[in-house]
């Protein structure tokens, strides 16, 4: 278990006290258990592993990346399946945490301090996998379509981008969102939810030819947000499915694959350097 450092360009579009803030506290082990078992039971993990043993036949070995990774949740279960996992994250209490959750959990990483948008030369074309989960929804204008091209920046040939995201039609999200920020209270800086053909849109945009897009999680949202996020308490329906999934879930899961190379275009219709 190792840290590489990185120079940074750029904070992105949410300020790194916002970060540091949101990681300075660290859960409970008990909590942290719950929390990973949580992901793990939940339907976005069934949907990555699926896609993963689809794609490669197995996830031992594979080489992944977590970019703006904070503790890491997606890298523990990948780690816990025998892949060769890396955390990217800009923020050094993230990494820090990061470092000491995988001590406990007798897991091996490495952990780089960087910059989505920043230099990316040292992971050029290194991994399977390049994965994201609640990150590139803080950036906004031509960013959000450099955060996308970031994952793809790293992959090898044949390799797999997954990008998971708020959806923009999920409104129990939207609702408690709304809520939140009226009074003051929303704690995670600028967030704007993807919908699902800008996400696919911006994919292609960043050089991806092969994308799937699916959205999950309703009946989660209306426990996370409208039963614990507005009133504090509600059920734990992350194993719930629901017809509503495909219109409103939460969860906007992207699978985009490097499958070759093609010129980019730029946000302003002009070609860019791959």
Not at 162 to 175: F, G, K, M
């Amino acid at each position: 278990m190792h840290t590489t450092a990185l120079t940074h360009s750029s904070a992105g579009s949410v300020g790194r006290g916002v970060w540091e803030r949101a990681w300075k506290n660290e859960p409970t082990d008990a909590k942290d258990a719950r929390l990973l078992d949580r992901e793990r039971r939940g339907p976005r993990w069934t949907a990555i592993v699926e896609q993963l043993e689809q794609t490669f036949g197995t996830l031992d070995g594979l080489r992944t990346v977590e970019l703006g990774s904070g503790r890491g949740d997606l890298s523990v279960l990948l780690a816990q399946r025998g892949a060769v996992v890396t955390l990217l994250d800009y923020t050094p209490g993230a990494l820090t945490s990061a470092r000491r959750r995988f001590q406990r959990l007798g897991l091996s990483g490495e952990f780089v301090q960087g910059d989505m948008l920043g230099s990316l030369a040292e992971q050029r074309g290194r991994f399977d996998v390049a994965l994201s989960s609640g990150v590139i929804e803080h950036f906004k204008g031509t960013q959000r379509t450099q955060v996308v091209q970031a994952h793809r920046h790293v992959l090898r040939q044949g390799g797999i981008a997954i990008i998971s995201v708020p959806h923009a039609w999920c409104l129990p999200y939207r609702l408690w969102k709304g809520c939140l920020e009226l009074r003051g209270w929303w704690p995670y800086g600028m967030e704007i939810p993807y919908s699902k053909r800008e996400l696919t849109d911006r994919a292609r945009r960043a050089g991806f030819v092969r994308t799937a897009a699916r959205t999950m999680c309703f009946w989660q949202s209306v426990g996370d947000h409208c039963g614990r996020g507005l009133f504090g308490r509600g059920p734990d329906w992350i194993e719930k499915v629901s017809w509503l999934d495909r219109f409103m879930g939460v969860t906007l899961l992207l699978f985009a694959w490097r499958d070759g190379d093609r010129e980019l275009v730029g946000a302003d219709g002009e070609a860019v350097c791959p």
